[in-house]
């Protein structure tokens, strides 16, 4: 797999144009990136823009914040796949996870997934974690667990990714020890780094930390240096 289709390339930014995101579609079949990630109102967009491509098409469902109702998520994740996404990128319930409350977060994301499957059976489920807030400033250990209950209840909803961050929230972005921790309770759930991935070097040490995917608006520089 070429470095280029491990990337998703992503703008997320609440004033981004429809002119922007046809670059970035236009951008993403150029260099082969492996998807194109945008919110929900630009998705129908994407999904026409790169139509018989190999590049596929990623909303955001609950973004930023994660802090809507589940069923408002479902809505909106059954909406973008309705649109044309094939991949769908879920903010989670954080409280439930800094509480390691498998059972909530399990009831949450198996709604989610299986919204998002009811028309498209074969969509990609990336679940956000916001790995920095879950390890924050406390003990290694108890940090460490809040990933493992993270990732387990990911896994046991059938979610196919767990994905670091937003790359919005203050605490913020990927680390590399995030991912070593999220590959390690990952139970073969792929893990998507994101946030504050700018550079080759910073990329680079994402994907030996055992990133599977990474998550990056500067993509092209990443993939030029």
Known sequence: MSFAHRIDHTLLRPEATRPEIHQLADEALRYGFACVCVNGVYV?????????????????VGFPLGACKTITKAVE???????GAEEIDFVAHLPHLLDKDVDA????FREIVRAARGPRPDVVVKVIIESAVLIGHIDLREAEARIESAC??????????????????PAGGASVRAVQWMKKHSGGLYVKAAGGIRTRA????????GADRLGCSASVTIVSE
């Open 202 to 209: 910073d990329a680079e040490r994402m994907l030996q930390a």
């Open 105 to 108: 977060a399990k009831a949450e």
């Open 152 to 169: 387990r209840a990911a896994r046991e909803s059938g979610c196919d990714f767990v994905k670091t961050s937003t790359g919005f929230h």
């Open 77 to 83: 994740a059954t909406t973008a796949v309705k649109d």
């Open 44 to 60: 129908a967009d994407v999904a026409r823009a790169l139509e018989g491509s190999a590049v596929k098409t990623c909303a955001t």
